[in-house]
Every structure is written in structure tokens, then in C-alpha cells.
């Protein structure tokens, strides 16, 4: 036996609404008695599935991925909802749990199938019973341990693969294998998977882990990719259009001064050209005869200037020849740029290329002076001697860059081969502790799980046994006399059915027909109520989880609901825990005032929170709803004032205008979006019905009524916009939207509509609330 209680929701990965949820540090650590309140579509509901969902072990909740803080006889740990042991204490009142334990048959009258298998107990059923409920005691330490045990074995050997996963990554991670880089990619699923399969691989193990390793994180020599592979043309091409070009005659008649005078003739004839337009010599001031220029034109006639040009282009050839093989030579690489082995070779290949290049260059200077000299000179005719000289080649060059990049891409492969060798032995050096300690940990599952098995066992048992001719009457005759408490109203009676398995409810001695909301609730509520004190064990008192015991349709019985459930769960402490989950403010709001009042009477202390649903970024880009679990105000004086739905309301939506800014990201926007068909209409709705009480139940008409004492055209527009969107239905319409960025401006226009109307009520309402009525009106730069 133990006694338990949860401290707090840790997170919730996956159920329902609850889709990567955490608490966010936001909510306090839960007390013995803790008060909920959440609107409809807060995730309120959602929550008290989840506990339901735990305790029953539902399909559902398997993949939840839920971590809740408990504490056990005084001992902190983390449950999940799988852990079953812990969930069995929870019982949970909800709509499920009516749905699953009341059937109402209008023909035969309403029936209850759960709350009690009637009849009575006989005395081998009590021994029997007895006997199971000591053995289950002496086996739930037992059971407990030998799970823990389990876990602590499994968490051990986790670790163990681990350490060795982080071995490899410390080893290799510079290697060319991206596996091993980081423990995200490399982890202990891999060193798991080499253990279990085939051990032959271990054959291939490194048997020098230092030499392996460092053969494995070598780096590999960057690419050559400078080398200059131009094409240049054939010394045999250059040197046969050569010799032509020295070898031409010009046809031209030779003026005797200028023939054996290159220099003069070269000088005339830059002059030609500058005085074809002028009759005076600019050198000596003499006039240039017609007969003159005739001499001239005909020294330097067509053939010449021709054979000119194309010893002109010859020598641009010849020049970029030279170049592009002086950069052929540039591009060969140094010996730091291919691997050490390969420096001989090298210096070979690039000393035989810059040989060949040495003459190559040297032959097409000869042609060069050769070509120069006959245009300086063309009516001369000269030949030229060249010794076969051949271009050169840089194939020697380029085999040993194919070695290097040869070696780039073994170099790749064995430092692979290497880490993968370095790897097996890592591992290999761990395979007979991990053998040691799976067996251990098979043998404690097993061990754990036939205690486990035993237990559920015996739990079936248990209820089986319990519920074995059980005597109904003492419960009848309490659910009629509480049910009439919380009616208030007797005119409900529950009778012992004829078999003595079940009972009636019957009204004016005949069955009861067509219970009202009102009525089921009731006799649900206390059949859950005595169902739970009925199974109490002294020691494993239950933790207990009420969600609305009050729906919308039984404010009738309010107050005796409100009032039963505290003397039974609050005054009368039999359960370890309380958590209660209510919509309904009014209910909410009696509570706080009691536990307010109560203080530190309240035995284990209480909690009061508010959930809702809040707009979240999300990696996506949508903003995306998740459950807020928020404490309530520790200020006394606030939270009594925050005790009117309309005051709460209120203050949520001025706070929320308040602090809007155009900063605001997308989801902060949403959030205050949501406010406006809920939050902000039931707010208006409070205000109209006090000011225009002619209008009543018809929110459009107020509204109208309202902006007739609204000025400002903007404002009125925002107002109207709002109006025409949401106050056309009895209830507030979430699925008609208004643009994001509109929100804060719709709500604040609001509250211009409100001051336009009364502003000393507003005023009265700020300084209330403790809010600063002039930032509800603060336009944000």
C-alpha cells in the first residue's frame, strides 16, 4: 500500500490537443486539493481523458508520450501513462465515466450496471477475498522492486552502449565516414545492432586501433585542377609560313634612299600618312610635288604594305604561342601540391617540360627576330636555319597528376576501410559485458513481468470476488437520501431490484421515466462518489478527478453539488488527492471563496489554475493551438475581484488589448483573435443587459443600441465590422474570422464603444481591476 499524489504535468507529446505540450514552467506544483477552470474548448476535457485514459490503460493513450512528477510515500519519481501500478489509484468522474457506468432505460426504468453487483457477501467469498487482497499486499513491494530493478539494469546497459558510441564518435569523428561524426548519427542503436547480428564481422577488427585510427582521420590532398592543357600550334607550321613571308619579293618600284635605309623607309612611311591632305612638308616647309608623292606610293605600293600585315599577324601568333606555354610551364604543380611519393616524378615531368619549353621558346625567337627584321627591311630576301625542334608536351606532367588523384580516391577508401575497422573493435571489446548484462536484464523482465502478471491476476480477482453477491440495500437507501440533498427534493427513490443484482429508481413508487439533466447528473456523480469511498484501503487512498459535475443544463443544482462535493471530497479526506476541472464560473467561483477562506485548514493545501487555449509559433510557419495551464491570481484582493464572469472577462480581454503591440508575431495575434466571438462578446453581452436591459437576449439590437453614442467614424467602422460578424447568432460564432490584424483595433474599439456609453463605468471597472485605462486606448508606434 502507498500513498500518492501528482505534482505536476511534465508533458504530453501526443493526445488530442495535447501535441508537443509542456507545462512551461508556468503552472505551481499541484497540492492535495486543486481547483481547474477552463471554457469550453480550453482542453480542460482533454486532460481529464488523459487521466482517465491512464487509468483504465486505454489503447489510446499507449503512444501519448506522457511524463507526470508524483510523489509516493513521500518520494519524488516520473511516471508515464503506461505505468500502470501508479494509475490504478486514479478515479476519474467524467463524461466518459457516465457514459460507461449509467444506462437509462426509459421502458424498464433507468438501471446502473457498475455501481454495484448486489446481494450478499458469503463467508467463503470474504475469506477468499481476504486472502487475495493480503497476498496482493505482499506482492505489490515485491513487484514494484523487481521492475525498478528491471530498469535500473536496462538503464545501465543503455549507458554502457552509449559510452562506446561516444568512444567510436571521439575516435573517428574526423573521418571521411559521416556516421561517425556526431552521437545523433552514431549512437548506441548501432553498437546494439553490431552485437546482435553477426559476430563473424568482428573477424575484420582492427588489430592496431592507434595506427587504424590515425589511417581513418588522415586528410586527403585537395584536387589539381590548375594544370594548363592549351593546344599550340606546330614549330614545323610557324617556321614554314616563315620562311615564306622571309622569302617574298615586293613588286613595288624601290626609291634607292629608302631600300637600303629600313629606318628612313619606316619613318617615310609613317609620314605618308600624316600629309595627305597637305601640300608643305611639315618637317622641312618645302612643297610635296605631285611627282613626289608618285615615288612614293609607288616605293609603297599594295605588295608591300600586304606582306606587312602579314608579318604582323605571324608575330602575334608566334607571341601568344610563346605566352600560353610560359603559363603551361606556370600551371604544373609544386611538390606541395601532390602527395610526398609522388616529388620525384614530378621534379622529372616538370624538368622535361620546361626543357622542352626552353627550346620551343628559343626556336620561335629566332623566327621572331627573323620576321621583324624583314618587315623593317622587305625588299631584302633571307632564309632561316632551325634544328627540328618539337612542342612541348605535358603528358609526363599529367600522368603523375593521375596518380595523385588516384591516391585522393584510395586515400577515401582505406581511411573508410580503416574506421570501419576501428569501429569492430570498439565494439568487440564490449561484447561479453553486454551479454552479462542483457541476460540480466532478460532474467529481471522475466521476473518483473511474472510478478506483474500475478498482480493482475489477483486484481481480477479482487473485483470479482467484491462484487460477488453484494448487499445493495445500504446503498440504495444512501443514494436516495444524498440524491434528495443535492435535489433538493425527495421524490427519487432507489429499491432493490427482484433479482438482487441491480436496483430501480423509481418516482411516486412507479419507475422513473425521462430523468432530467439535472436528475442523471446527480445520480451519477453519486455513484461515482460512493463507488470510490466503497473501495478505499486504508494506506492507497485514490486520488480523485471530477470534470464538470456541473454541465450548463444543471444550474439548478449547483449549490448542492458544490456543496456535497466539498463535505466528501474536501472536509471528509479519504482521498489522497483532489483535482476538480469545471466550466462553469459560478461553481469555479464558490470554490475559491472557499479554499480562500479555508486558507491553511484546507489539509495538504490546494491549487488554482486556469487552462486555455493558446496560439503557439510552430516550425511550419502555422501557429498552431496548445492547452496554457496558468496559477490564478495570489493576490486576495484581485481574485476577489475577478469573482464575476464579467469582471473576469473583463480583465482578460483589457490586459490582452493593453499589451498588444505591431510587433506582435502571428500566433500573438491569433490568441487575441480568439478572444473576439468569445471572450469579448460575452463581456459586451454583460454590459449591454445592465444598459440597455429593453434588449435583452438580443445582442444585436444592444449593439446597436450602444453605437449611437459613438462619434468617431473609424471606430464606428471596427465596431460595426465586428457587429456584423458575430451578432447574428445566439451564441458567439468561432468559425467566422476576422483578419489577424484586426484583432487588437476591433478590441479596442470595444472599449471606445463602452466609454462612449458610460464612461465612469469603465473607469470604475480600470481602477477595479488595477489596469491602466489609458493604455486600452494607446495607439503603439
Known amino acids: 500500500m502507498s500513498h500518492a499524489r501528482i505534482n505536476r504535468l511534465r508533458k504530453i507529446g501526443n493526445y488530442r490537443a495535447f501535441q508537443g505540450w509542456t507545462d512551461e514552467g508556468r503552472a505551481t506544483e499541484f497540492a492535495r486539493v486543486n481547483l481547474i477552470y477552463g471554457t469550453n474548448g480550453s482542453g480542460k476535457s482533454t486532460l481529464a481523458n488523459l487521466f482517465r485514459a491512464c487509468s483504465s490503460s486505454a489503447l489510446e493513450v499507449q503512444r501519448a508520450a506522457a511524463e507526470f512528477d508524483v510523489v509516493i510515500d513521500g518520494s519524488p519519481e516520473v511516471v508515464t501513462q503506461t505505468s500502470s501500478a501508479f494509475w490504478e489509484r486514479v478515479r476519474v468522474f467524467n463524461t466518459e465515466y457516465v457514459r460507461e457506468n449509467l444506462r437509462f432505460d426509459d421502458d424498464a426504468g433507468p438501471r446502473s450496471d457498475s455501481l454495484l453487483t448486489l446481494g450478499k457477501v458469503n463467508v467463503d467469498a470474504e475469506e477468499k477475498l481476504r486472502a487475495a487482497e493480503t497476498r496482493k499486499a505482499e506482492l505489490e513491494p515485491l513487484s514494484r522492486e523487481a521492475r525498478s530493478k528491471a530498469d535500473s539494469l536496462h538503464k545501465a546497459l543503455q549507458q554502457r552502449l552509449t559510452e562506446v558510441a561516444g568512444q567510436v564518435v571521439e575516435d573517428l569523428r574526423a573521418s571521411p565516414v559521416a556516421t561517425y561524426r556526431a552521437t545523433n548519427s552514431y549512437t548506441r542503436t548501432n553498437v546494439r545492432a553490431l552485437l546482435t547480428n553477426d559476430r563473424a564481422l568482428f573477424d575484420g577488427a582492427s588489430e592496431d586501433i592507434a595506427a587504424d585510427r590515425a589511417m581513418a582521420t588522415s586528410a586527403a590532398k585537395e584536387a589539381y585542377t590548375r594544370l594548363n592543357r592549351s593546344h599550340l600550334p606546330s614549330v614545323a607550321e610557324l617556321r614554314d609560313t616563315a620562311i615564306e613571308l622571309l622569302q617574298t619579293d615586293v613588286t613595288s618600284r624601290p626609291l634607292s634612299a629608302l631600300a637600303d635605309s629600313p629606318n628612313r623607309a619606316a619613318w617615310v612611311q609613317r609620314g605618308v600618312d600624316l600629309h595627305v591632305e597637305i601640300e608643305t612638308c611639315l618637317f622641312c616647309d618645302n612643297t610635296i610635288s605631285d611627282e613626289r608623292r608618285r615615288e612614293l606610293a609607288a616605293h609603297f605600293d599594295k605588295s608591300l604594305t600586304d606582306l606587312q600585315s602579314r608579318i604582323d599577324a605571324q608575330v602575334a601568333l608566334i607571341e601568344e604561342s610563346c605566352a600560353t606555354a610560359n603559363s603551361m610551364a606556370s600551371s604544373v604543380p609544386r611538390d606541395a601540391d601532390l602527395y610526398p611519393d609522388l616529388a620525384g616524378e614530378l621534379r622529372l615531368a616538370r624538368s622535361e617540360f620546361r626543357d622542352q619549353n626552353d627550346k620551343f621558346q628559343g626556336s620561335l625567337h629566332r623566327i621572331l627576330k627573323a620576321l621583324r627584321l624583314k618587315r623593317e627591311n622587305p625588299f631584302s630576301v633571307t632564309t632561316i636555319d632551325l634544328p627540328p625542334v618539337s612542342i612541348p608536351s605535358l603528358r609526363h606532367v599529367e600522368e603523375v597528376v593521375g596518380k595523385h588523384e588516384h591516391k585522393r580516391s584510395t586515400h577515401a577508401r582505406e581511411a573508410t576501410a580503416a574506421a570501419r575497422r576501428v569501429e569492430l573493435a570498439r565494439v568487440r571489446a564490449v561484447a561479453e559485458d553486454y551479454d552479462e548484462r542483457a541476460a540480466a536484464v532478460l532474467d529481471q523482465n522475466t521476473r518483473a513481468e511474472e510478478l506483474a502478471t500475478e498482480l493482475r491476476l489477483l486484481s481480477e480477482r479482487i473485483i470479482a470476488l467484491a462484487n460477488q453477491d453484494a448487499d445493495p440495500v445500504p446503498q440504495a437507501t444512501e443514494l436516495t437520501t444524498d440524491v434528495a440533498r443535492l435535489l433538493g427534493r425527495a421524490d427519487l427513490r432507489f429499491e432493490p431490484s427482484a433479482d438482487g443484482k441491480q436496483y430501480r429508481i423509481e418516482r411516486a413508487g412507479a419507475p422513473a421515466t425521462h430523468l432530467s439533466e439535472g436528475e442523471r447528473t446527480a445520480i451519477a456523480l453519486l455513484h461515482f462518489l460512493a463507488s470510490v469511498r466503497r473501495g478505499v484501503v486504508p494506506g492507497d487512498e485514490p486520488i480523485v478527478v471530477v470534470d ?59 491549487t488554482i489554475h486556469e487552462i486555455r487555449m493558446r496560439y503557439r509559433s510552430h516550425r511550419s510557419g502555422t501557429p498552431r493551438r496548445l492547452p496554457q495551464l496558468d496559477p490564478w491570481t495570489t493576490d486576495k484582493n484581485q481574485s476577489r475581484r475577478l469573482r464575476s464572469l464579467y469582471h473576469f472577462l473583463f480583465a482578460r480581454v483589457a490586459k490582452s488589448v493593453a499589451e498588444a503591440s505591431p510587433e506582435l508575431g502571428l500566433a500573438e495575434r491569433m490568441d487575441l483573435l480568439a478572444l473576439v466571438p468569445n471572450a469579448a462578446r460575452k463581456m459586451m453581452e454583460a454590459f449591454l443587459s445592465f444598459r440597455y436591459p429593453q434588449h435583452i437576449g438580443n445582442f444585436h439590437a444592444g449593439m446597436k443600441a450602444a453605437m449611437e453614442s459613438l462619434g468617431n467614424p473609424a471606430v464606428r467602422t471596427h465596431v460595426e465590422r465586428y457587429l456584423h460578424t458575430y451578432s447574428h447568432n445566439e451564441e458567439g460564432n468561432v468559425s467566422a474570422m476576422l483578419d489577424p490584424t484586426e484583432a487588437s483595433v476591433v478590441l479596442r474599439s470595444l472599449f471606445l464603444l463602452i466609454r462612449a456609453n458610460d464612461p465612469q463605468h469603465l473607469s470604475a471597472m480600470c481602477q477595479a481591476l488595477e489596469i491602466d485605462e489609458h493604455s486600452l486606448f494607446a495607439i503603439s508606434g
Open 548 to 606: 464538470d459535475p456541473v454541465s450548463s443544463m444543471d444550474d439548478a443544482i449547483l449549490f448542492g453539488v458544490s456543496s456535497f462535493l466539498w463535505a466528501s471530497l474536501i472536509e471528509d479526506d479519504y482521498a489522497s488527492q483532489v483535482i476538480l476541472l469545471t466550466h462553469n464560473f459560478e461553481l469555479f467561483r464558490q470554490w475559491v471563496m472557499q479554499l480562500e477562506s479555508a486558507g491553511r485548514h484546507v489539509s495538504g493545501g490546494f
